[in-house]
Nanobody
Framework: VQLQASGGGLGQPGGSLRLSCAASGRNFSVFALGWFRQAPGKEREFVATISQIGGRTYYADSVKGRFIISRDNAKNTVSLQMNSLKPEDTAAYYC???????????????WGQGTQVTVSS
């Protein structure tokens, strides 16, 4: 499966941005999907993941209550609604696909290119 992320840009503190990731290829629904982020000089970190049917979602503590991950298997897309943005959310965001919804990057088999999110006033 190939993943293409979009929707990054400049957001203001307290504002919102929505990221989307479109998948091509078959069997999209067999994959759990995740979002990760990586700031300059830092390791890639887990943000959120959603199970194959969407019944289970998991979030990093740093984004819990502010970000919402969702998926549309009919459209082969996964989204990340980012609310109450903070400057520390600034990073390149990556979508990824795995067979199980995990928090560890190494568990993900397919990766999209990053989309930059910058939170600044």
């Amino acid at each position: 499966v190939q993943l293409q992320a979009s929707g990054g840009g400049l957001g203001q503190p307290g504002g919102s941005l929505r990221l989307s990731c479109a998948a091509s290829g078959r069997n999209f629904s067999v994959f759990a999907l995740g979002w990760f982020r990586q700031a300059p000089g830092k390791e890639r970190e887990f943000v959120a993941t959603i199970s194959q049917i969407g019944g289970r979602t998991y979030y990093a503590d740093s984004v819990k209550g502010r970000f919402i991950i969702s998926r549309d298997n009919a459209k082969n897309t996964v989204s990340l609604q980012m609310n109450s943005l903070k400057p520390e959310d600034t990073a390149a965001y990556y979508c990824a696909a795995a067979f199980v919804p995990r928090r560890v990057p190494n568990e993900y088999k397919y990766w999209g290119q990053g989309t930059q999110v910058t939170v600044s006033s």
